[in-house]
């Protein structure tokens, strides 16, 4: 452990180079002498603060830049520790232009006998933790975004994989799921917060047509469908602001007409491959994400009129453009599996987000823009997706400015 991280509580993210990382071998300390009980440690380097060079490159289109919506999703899971660190990023995030931050409370959900959900203090936020940085995001000229999504123990991939996906599981699921829903709409409306997303790639399985995180059918009820647009009814009988659904890529679109029939906004999260090799270029990329936006997800906004809104989630690692294709794995799973070998490469990432925003910006029909997995606590160079500190954060800056 280092000051820095013990000043921002980070440990494993704001480390000294030589003892970086979840579990490095560190030092031994030696008590044989306890008349010198003083330790003193001349750090030599931060970890990931190094500078990277990355050229921002303007868009193809010479015409107004037409994104109404920008800004900023945090990191999910909440960490309790950046309660006291928060100010600092948001300031960066309203200085890169960003006029919304999306924050998503949760729950943990337990595939316990007893099928458990709830708030767990010291896991979940409180509505004290909320109204902090609601009113830190105020501060910062922003606005405030809510996006429940269910806290998975011990692990997303592992709660579904150990579901049983039984009838009465599905029926015990969902009620926990609506009862979370409406727990944070009832919150939402009573603080005047204007924007309340539900769905999400958290809960895919959960969502018509979806399915587990391996492909496997989720042996969804048939009433699924009607079970949503229940919800929503109550959630609209609820909440009186803007009502928008996150939609995993690839879409489903026929799957949840229904759904997306009955909500104000579509949001759609990104994560899938704009590569096929491992060091692809920011025009790559973009020619790659423009077809996926003329081909596939124009279609949402032809049918429904909603505006669409797109959330960026590429961790800054080697090969992290192609979904993680040369791991033969998601970037997800290479993430938590302790045996991936993973490089950091900020430059990818940064021509990541260059070749999607270059995409985006030439298609008016596109509302708006979010950089998905943002640490407002800790500016380093890491592995992880959030891009505070990192060139991908000059360049969403770019964009995000020139749209005002």
Not at 15 to 27: F, H, K, L, M, V
Not at 103 to 126: C, M, V
Request: net charge negative; with cysteine; glycine share 8%.
């Amino acid at each position: 452990m280092n000051g820095k991280a013990l000043y921002d509580e980070q440990c494993g993210s704001a480390d000294d180079s030589i003892t970086a990382g979840e579990n490095p071998i560190g030092y031994k300390i030696s008590f044989e002498n306890l008349d010198k009980l003083s330790i003193h440690y001349d750090l030599q380097e931060w970890y990931g603060l190094d500078e990277y060079q990355h050229e921002v490159l303007s868009g193809n289109s010479s015409e107004q830049m037409y994104l109404s919506k920008f800004g900023f999703e945090i990191a999910f899971p909440y960490d309790i520790h950046w309660n006291n660190y928060w100010r600092n990023g948001l300031i960066k995030a309203g200085v890169s232009g960003a006029q919304w931050i999306i924050l998503s409370p949760s729950w943990t959900f337990k595939n316990n006998a007893n099928h458990s959900a709830g708030l767990l203090p010291g896991r979940d936020p409180l509505a004290s933790d909320i109204d902090q940085l609601m009113n830190l995001v105020n501060d910062a000229g922003m606005q405030l975004a809510i996006f429940p999504q269910p806290y998975l123990a011990p692990t997303e991939f592992g709660y579904w994989e150990q579901a049983p996906l039984t009838y009465n599981w599905w029926q015990d699921w969902f009620e926990d799921y609506r009862r979370f829903i409406l727990n944070y709409a009832d919150y939402a409306e009573l603080r005047n917060i204007p924007n309340l997303i539900i769905g999400g790639d958290g809960i895919a399985p959960a969502i018509p047509g979806g399915s587990l995180p391996n492909g496997v059918p989720t042996n969804q009820p048939v009433d699924m469908n009607e079970k949503w647009l229940k919800l929503i009814e109550q959630v609209r009988s609820r909440y009186h602001g803007v009502l928008g659904f996150a939609l995993p890529y690839p879409i489903r679109s026929e799957a949840t007409s229904g759904i997306l029939s009955n909500v104000d906004e579509i949001y759609i999260e990104i994560s899938s491959p704009l590569a096929s090799s491992d060091s692809p270029s920011a025009g790559e990329i973009e020619s790659r994400m423009g077809k996926f936006l003329d081909e596939e997800i124009y279609q949402l906004y032809a049918t429904y009129s909603k505006p669409v809104t797109l959330g960026i989630y590429y961790p800054s690692i080697d090969g992290g453009a192609s979904g993680c294709l040369n791991f033969g794995k998601s970037c997800d799973r290479v993430m938590i599996d302790s045996d991936s070998n993973v490089t950091v490469d900020a430059i990818e990432q940064a021509d990541v987000y260059q070749g999607i925003l270059r995409a985006v910006v030439q298609r008016p029909w596109v509302s708006g823009v979010f950089s998905k997995g943002f640490n407002p606590s800790v500016a380093v160079v890491d592995t992880s997706s959030s891009i505070h500190g990192k060139p991908a954060m000059e360049v969403i800056s770019y964009y995000f400015r020139n749209a005002q």
